[in-house]
């Protein structure tokens, strides 16, 4: 006799709760959330990380996420469990462009990308070195204190060189009482005399140097302590131990970052990526410039080299060009950033004061930067000193707060993608070396045929 | 003139594919008058004439048309008149190549079967009886007091017994319940005691606490119960509804995750207990604990436990933890779960819960659970949805454990049944009670007797109010069924129920044991006795007796086996012997397949195959294959439906029976010479139908290849 036809196979019984898994218990961390961490995140923009229900599809249509320990699915429930090392010495805060695609898909609303750049705030407040001034700098009202920092050391270092050389450096006088004849910002700092050229405008330069090189310097030192404690601290919370390659993920990473390959992956806020493109190439043609301006000096007076011409300099000379072409691109940049954040915040997230106190520095400069010259070509004396004064305050608190303010994401992405991509080329060349080498298998087949 | 009239409808196709001529004159074989054609019988028309000849003193009627699952109200005409539908459409016209002799055999002999069976059979009488209107209601819980009041209001009698001092059960035990309505976002009052005095107040709901049920005997209608405080006292009642609850899975199976070994590990049972009566305290030294972790799926989803999900243990412990937040918003809460089962709106309720800080939630493996820093608790979680494996420390934990039926295991027994196969309802997967899951979740296998809540299904309070309104309904529909002699599920509204020639019985007992509703009781010698409003007319006794003494007025042994002996085995010129398969349908699934197959219009079927459909399988006797194979067919398909732990039998064991009979006559094949493969046993679900056509062509193919035709054939013409 036979049976035939479709025959209900049981159902298959789920595991036992306690089936026997290698566990090492040495090694298991007790978990203990930091709920002030928690709060400040919600602090810093990210109110709704608790309505993750790890549904992972932020991961899915992130386009910037790497293979291998992919975000934002597991920086949601790090968040959630109050994680805060985890998330603070994280690649992957860093790797994201915050262009909201997560946000756009999350079913939840629970914004992802709010997260991603909450965290990056606590980072700006918390991480650097030394962490008081992070703390500070997150505070709005203590924002005209560090202007008036800056204004004060500026005024304080002219009336310094007033009493050195009185006859070159007319002191702090200049901005109410303005020098006759026509508006050269070297006067600002000298007395002119003779004919224009970088030698005469090397004394004032010189006075500038004198206060923003040691600044630079502080805030260079200050960057480069904290890129070591956060490299040290990414390397001892990411699960992948094995070799890593920084060299070629330096060129790699530079390379993406000059051409925002990443970022041009993001759908939701594609303007973004050519936003943040334009902003950072001004900057970089602006950093060009005023490196011109220092060969030109410096070859000038210790080489003797006569290679800027006279000052002051005009369009189309290459300082100009590069300066005024810097400023003009991050204008471009910053505004069509802006004004993407503005009227589509529900897609990018709310701006925080972490943001604004960046972009108020940063307009300050380009703003400021570009009145100096109308202004001194117009030959609006009485504005035209006390507006290039202004300019340095900006400049001033632009670079000397750089590792605690936005500016920050400068070396701490650079950091990060330097990171992911020497662990991604390490990983690969593990997997290359392991791999068991292929032709004496061919022999011993060859062998067995035969 | 003669009592039986024959019908043949020539619409939907039918005339295009048959010589109806020749069809017409097949009940003169049968002394019947010729039939009478109609282009479109299930027309007002078509009814008229039936009706007309029914008037003039029909008492039998053949209609050859559609599947009987067509119209069959419109081909009703009422008791006197005993009434058969021959498939000419789904069974011969939609299924077979047109005007073909092959196709012509399968009408004429599908006809020939009709006119046979109508010969066969007469409309039973009901079993009318002085039945009582009552409702016993077996415990005082949610679901009992809910199925009370329902009963109630319908007009409906209702005694409530509840063994407990008070009534109210587990839920008036509760501080507070699931959340219902406001968006599902709140945990709410239980109510209970509201719903308690509206019972204490209703006129119709008699309320007996802190009494048990002693003894029922009898049947639906006709119940007697005996009770018992103190004394005992005995009623009438009509149906039952069994709302006897469930027991918390016991904290002390948990050992593995800690209960007993562990301090300041409970149940979520005793935390809801400690909720209602006051603070979470820590049970070591009465202080609040500042951190208060769950584990999920405690002993359920284990094979070494209970290997169901109980469905209420996510929402609970959810409720749980917004307890321990609104007492004191310091309290941090951890939730391991598996999977967070949250169904239908209460998902809002766990997104409010998500959204709260406090409480924090991962998917894990529980790996270990031990003595933490204090009196505190360490669990080793594996698997979470943090990447890893963490260590969690709190200073209290709660096993969320599952529920089992009140009945599952329970010696002291709730019912006590004067029944032959035991005095409770049976306990079938994990211990609950239930029939038919699929088809008649309310129905048990105790005909009148309803189970409703936790004790036939684990279920939370609105689940439970839901299902004990079902119950309610239940038990009045059975009621008024009963009333005129009718039976409930699956063949409702049959007046049959078996007729036995009680001379010739053995007191073999296999009628009242394989009765799959305990209708049989049994005298003192073994006799069985028949309670015919218990009965489900399923026919497994008729099946099962080895005399062959039990019947139905509509529906006998004798019927079946004339009906496949009018089949014909040779072609129309008695020149050649065609090969014939008898598929014995079941009634429920392989007959609708069977239609199924038709009304796509997709496939053609075999014409060898003659579908003869009977009620269950498990009503098939083992006359009917010995006589089909004696009458020549070449090989019996027994089409019927899955069984074992997932069975689709509507009946339960219908099929298995069919299988386990056709199994024992491998002897009386080798007697006869016959292959044993010419039987087969087929199990069909019913969203198989497509395989069916397959399956018959491999046996039918399989036959003539293999083993020829039966050589009985020609002994049998």
Known sequence: MMTSGTTLSKNSQSKSCFEEKKIEMSTVEIIEPDFEFMAELKRMGSENFNKCYQCANCTAVCDVTPEQHPFPRKEMIWAQWGQKDKLIYNPSVWLCHLCGDCTAHCPRDARPSDLMAAVRNVSYKELAFPAILGKLMSKPAMSPLFYGIGAALLAGIMAVWNIVNPARHPGLSVLWNPPSGDVIYSKFFSIHQGANSVANMAPGVKVIDSLFLPVMGFAISMAVITTIKMWKGM???????????????????????????????????????????????????????????????????????????????????IVKLTGYGGAMLTLLGLTSMILRRMTSADKLGKAGWTDWNFIIAIYGVIITGILCPVLRIGGMAGIAYPMYFIHLVFVFYLLAYLPYSKFAHLFYRTTAMVFAKSIELGSKGAVEETAPPAAPVEEKEEEVAA | MSNTKTYICTGCGIGECLDIDKLKAVPKDHSLEESTVHPFLCSPEGIATIQKDVDAGATKVVVAACSRRVFPERFTFGRAVFLDRVNLREGVTWVSEPNTEDTRLLAKDYLAMGCVRVSKGENPEPFIADLDNTVLVVGGGITGLTSALEVSKAGKKVVLVEKEKELGGFMSKMKARFPRGDGFMAPEDTGMKAKIDEVYGDKNITVHTGTVVEKIAGQPGMFDVTIKNGSSDTFKAGTIIQATGFKPYPGEKLGHLGYGSTKNVVTNAEFEEMAATGDIKKPTDGKEPKTVAFIQCAGSRDPEHLSYCSEFCCMATLKHASYLRQQNENIRVFIIYKDMRTPGKYEYFYKSIQDDDGIFLTRGEVASVEAGPGDGVSITVSDTLLGESIKINAEMLVLAAGMESAQANNEEGTLHLDYRQGPELPGLSHGFPDSHYICFPYETRRTGIYSAGPVRHPMDGSASEMDATGAALKAIQCQELSREGKAVHPRVGDTGYPDIRRDSCTQCKRCTEECPYSMYNEDDKSNPEINPLRCRRCGICMGACPQKIISFKDYSIDMVSSMLRAVSMQDEAEEEYKTRVLILGCENDALPALDMIAQDRMTKLNPMVRILPIRCLGSMSMEWLNDALSAGYDGVILMGCAYGDDYQCHNMKGSELAHERMTKLEDTLSRMGLEKERLLFTPVAINDYKKLPGIIEEFVKQIDDDFGHNPFKEFAI
């Not at chain 1, 493109?277 to 970089?284: A, D, I, Q």
């Not at chain 1, 043609?285 to 005023?290: D, P």
């Not at chain 1, 070859?299 to 006279?310: R, T």
């Open chain 1, 235 to 317: 390397k001892a919370h990411h699960p992948y131990k094995g070799a890593v390659k920084v060299i070629p993920a330096l060129i790699g990473t530079i390379i993406d970052i000059l051409t925002h390959k990443n970022f041009h992956k993001c759908k939701t806020n594609k303007s973004l990526g050519f936003g943040h493109m334009f902003t950072l190439w001004g900057f970089l043609l602006l950093f060009v410039a005023t490196n011109l301006v220092l060969v030109f000096m410096y070859g000038k007076i210790w080489f003797g080299l006569e290679v800027g011409g006279p000052t002051p300099w005009e369009l189309p000379h």
